[in-house]
């Protein structure tokens, strides 16, 4: 990386931590079902949250200075997304959330391992939007760490047009965000078991989305 593209980068992720910083001066935030992971983190363990890739915005921010460990793509754009979000407290692993791609999960085991809680988006980095790919599976099978899904809904937002509507929330708007029910998955699951667990984490995570995003509906 060039002097002038690595002061590129570096200027990208402070503005954007300030104007986040700004933004979520200004937003009002209800949580629901922390207990999901407090109760780990209490007994001295570490989770790994799963969200969809389109609710990333608001769920990164609020978890910020945790010393959560992220998995960031590969692609040129992922690099001012790990600047910013290292700006906010995280910790960040370069790769892909898909089964076969090792570098990724070898370090996001290595990271649990370490203590430090996960973040992953298991319908990420490029789609399809809303569809659990067993990544994150694996890295529970391997690490013994239970899967904390969680969602956010907003009153009032901005959906830019990418592949995920993306949710940036407006000044002044109410934010939901809520935790479902931990997903285990045993070291010596079979490839049959991992995939039930996905289902099992998509039906969790469409539930708790649907159910942010009426909740943003009835405050509106």
Request: glycine share 10%; hydrophobic share 40%.
């Amino acid at each position: 990386m060039t002097t002038e593209a690595k002061a590129r980068y570096t200027w990208a992720g402070r503005v954007g931590k300030w104007l986040l910083d700004l933004l979520f001066a200004t937003v009002r935030l209800d949580c629901k079902g922390e207990e999901a992971y407090l109760r780990f983190r209490r007994q001295g363990g570490n989770v790994i949250f799963a969200l969809w890739h389109g609710r990333l915005l608001p769920l990164t921010y609020h978890h910020r200075h945790e010393g959560v460990v992220a998995l960031v793509s590969e692609h040129a754009d992922g690099e001012y997304i790990t600047r910013i979000i290292e700006n906010l407290g995280y910790d960040t692993v370069r790769g892909s959330s898909t089964r076969g791609a090792v570098p990724g999960l070898r370090g996001l085991v290595r990271a649990a391992r370490a203590g430090h809680d996960l973040a992953i988006t298991p319908d990420g980095p490029q789609g399809p939007r809303g569809k659990v790919k067993t990544g994150a599976l694996v890295v529970a099978q391997i690490s013994g760490r239970p899967i904390i899904p969680v969602s956010a809904g907003c009153t009032r937002a901005w959906w830019p047009g990418s592949w995920d509507r993306f949710l940036v929330p407006k000044p002044f708007s109410h934010l939901s965000i809520l935790y479902g029910e931990p997903i285990f998955v045993a070291r010596d699951a079979t490839d049959a078991e991992v995939e039930r667990a996905a289902l099992r984490l998509q039906e969790e995570l469409d539930r708790i989305t649907s159910f942010v995003d009426e909740a943003a509906g009835s405050v509106r």
